[in-house]
């Protein structure tokens, strides 16, 4: 009943926004990953294939903003009440639920998206809504590095691993408590999209997210248990994810992005991007 209100709402208005584990110790190998000491924000965007606005510029936006991707900032797409099921992410529910009340105020429309846990508006000026993005992006890139993410990933068969290594570049005192989230993400899935002039058979979703390495959004503890975290320590492990056999293994990229639990949602301490 939901989903059908949403997509009566979302085709009434068009060009308004739509209403809306697995884990390995760590690898000895990780240890050869260098940390970079940048700042990249993390543009998260929720969206839906039947929602008209979403496929006219709301995935747009992201798509350029991806044009930026490694160097300023990384991108991913979230959908979780797709017509077409293959395209939803069930952690991502978890994830749109904190968003929404705490980034989009219980606005409950699609398409969304933040810059770290700001919300950029996504209007129907795609470059409008991509300077914004990129100026949050700019200040955060120019903040304190507070700590930095390196990702390498290995596909074997139906499985991938992922060796990560996390460094701190400051002393963080007893009591903070920083997770890791590791997201499998494919690049260029061709499916059936609704846009503002009809049913597109033929759509790009690009940095769909598909699975991560925890059963929530925020992923799995770095700093046991809220230690503290001495100037230049590292944090290195593996996580290894199952793939379905439907997934473009060519088109798999994967984001780390680290986050400081404490507020709703946590915070984004920084992120990264492995092709």
């Known amino acids: 009943m939901k989903k059908l209100v949403l997509a009566l709402a979302c085709v009434s208005i068009l060009f308004n926004a739509c209403k809306k584990d697995d884990t390995a110790p760590a690898s000895s190998g990780s240890t050869t990953l260098t940390v970079e000491k940048k700042n990249r924000a993390a543009v998260i965007y929720f969206g839906e294939d039947w929602c008209p606005p979403c496929g006219s510029y709301g995935g747009p936006t992201l798509d350029s903003c991806l044009k ?133 058979a033929n759509y790009e979703y690009r940095n769909l997210v598909r699975t991560c390495n925890a059963s929530a959004y925020y992923g799995l503890e770095v700093n046991n248990g809220g230690d503290a975290i001495a100037l230049d320590q590292e944090f290195s492990n593996t996580y290894k994810m199952y793939l379905k056999p439907t997934w473009n293994k060519n088109n798999l990229k994967v984001i780390g992005i680290l986050w400081k639990m404490g507020g709703s949602p946590a915070q984004v301490v920084n992120s990264n991007v492995v092709k």
Do not use: C, H
């Open 68 to 200: 930026q991707e490694g160097t300023l900032l990384t991108g991913m797409k979230i959908n979780t009440s797709s017509n077409n099921s293959s395209l939803n992410w069930s952690t991502g529910q978890g994830m749109w639920n904190v968003f929404n009340t705490g980034v989009f105020a219980s606005a409950n429309a699609i398409p969304s998206m933040a810059v770290n846990t700001t919300k950029q508006s996504v209007t129907t000026s795609v470059s409008s809504n991509y300077s914004g993005a990129v100026s949050k992006a700019t200040t955060f890139a120019n903040g304190t590095v507070i700590a930095g993410i390196a990702l390498r990933k290995s596909i074997s068969g139906d499985s991938m691993a992922v060796d990560t290594k996390v460094k701190f570049f400051s002393d963080i005192a007893a009591g903070s408590d920083y997770r890791l989230g590791v997201y499998v993400v494919e690049d260029k899935i061709i499916t059936s999209q609704s846009t503002s002039s009809g049913t597109n």
